[in-house]
């Protein structure tokens, strides 16, 4: 494996693990309050995660059942404080699974991609216009604030989200099983250069943002 891809794959790897016990946690809420599918029995598949999923269940009131739901799942290192923060913070897992799962979404849409991050968590590099701070932005506000789901869905819309489509089954350094990988062509050529080398740091090539999205 060319040791960019092996790079890529990492930094995909180490940024979404977080959507495992997210799905689990959603499953577990969706059931308890008799709001998802009934309970899969053995021979079928469970439900795929969504973003609709989560944010069907922040707009019912249950954002607290669903974080604590989620930081149960947690390996204990990721429930505590970071950065600036003194105590720990129920909601910022949740917040911060949301905008990973937004990311993965754009990742597989190929409008995006994760960059290794050597001395912290992959950072997602968006859309050109979007500032990378943004999409953490819309995922946190939707957690801590009832009724901002609505815009948040506005905001993926205009990205080509669909927050009811589950993320596509990925492969080798998030390339579709067809054997293509993200923004090839349909012979397989590449339609558009891959992602710069990462290096030590924040890799992203930040230059390249024109100006930040905003709620307003």
């Given amino acids: 494996m060319p040791w960019r891809d092996w790079l890529t794959e990492l930094a995909e790897h180490r940024a979404t693990r977080i959507l495992t016990p997210l799905a689990e946690a959603v499953r577990g809420v969706e059931e308890t309050e008799g709001m998802g599918q009934p309970k899969a029995k053995p021979d079928r598949e469970p439900e795929r995660l969504t973003i609709h999923r989560v944010l069907r269940l922040l707009d019912g009131g249950r954002r607290m059942p669903l974080a604590r739901a989620l930081n149960a799942r947690l390996p204990e290192a990721e ?3 970071r950065g600036d923060q003194t105590e720990q913070d129920p909601l910022a897992p949740l917040a911060e699974a949301l905008a990973v799962l937004i990311g993965a979404q754009l990742v597989a849409r190929g409008t995006a991609y994760w960059a290794m991050n050597w001395t912290g968590p992959s950072l997602l590099v968006p859309p050109d216009g979007i500032a990378p701070e943004t999409i953490r932005t819309w995922a946190d506000t939707a957690v801590r604030l009832p009724g901002q789901t609505q815009r948040l869905g506005l905001h993926l ?3 080509g989200v669909d927050e009811r489509a589950p993320l596509p089954t990925t492969g080798r ?9 993200r923004g090839s062509g349909r012979d ?15 890799s992203p090539p930040y230059g390249r943002w024109r100006s930040p999205c905003c709620w307003g």
């Fill in 79 to 81: 429930r505590t404080p």
């Fill in 173 to 181: 350094a998030g390339a579709r099983r067809t054997g293509r990988r």
């Fill in 157 to 159: 819309a205009a990205l």
């Fill in 188 to 202: 397989g050529s590449a339609s558009h250069p891959g992602p710069p080398a990462p290096h030590a740091g924040a």
